[in-house]
């Protein structure tokens, strides 16, 4: 990907994270991926899916229950040691 100017972010699960605002190279992206999984596995072919396209500023966020809840204890932790702001409750 990153030869065809596409810089990946980060690893999500079994995903790449990557920003893009062209739609070409997200298709590009896409074809990359089911090629590499392709040389990979022998020749099987595998999906490459588009989890969530986000826009606007959007971040990523798992969808999953635990996922969640892994991401309010991380944020808990964060804020009891002073890396965050405490919680404003209204």
Not at 9 to 26: A, C, N, P, Q, V
Not at 34 to 50: K, Q
Not at 64 to 79: E, F, N, Q, S, T
């Amino acid at each position: 990907m990153c030869d065809a100017g596409i810089v990946p972010i980060m690893l999500i699960h079994d995903g790449i994270l990557f920003e893009e605002t062209d739609s070409e190279k997200i298709a590009q992206a896409k074809e990359i991926m089911i090629a590499a999984g392709r040389d990979c596995c022998d020749g099987l072919e595998i999906g490459a899916d588009t989890d969530q396209l986000l826009k606007g500023g959007a971040r990523y966020r798992d969808k999953r229950p635990v996922a969640r809840d892994m991401w309010d204890a991380i944020m808990d932790v964060l804020r009891a040691i002073g890396a965050l702001p405490e919680r404003i409750v209204a």
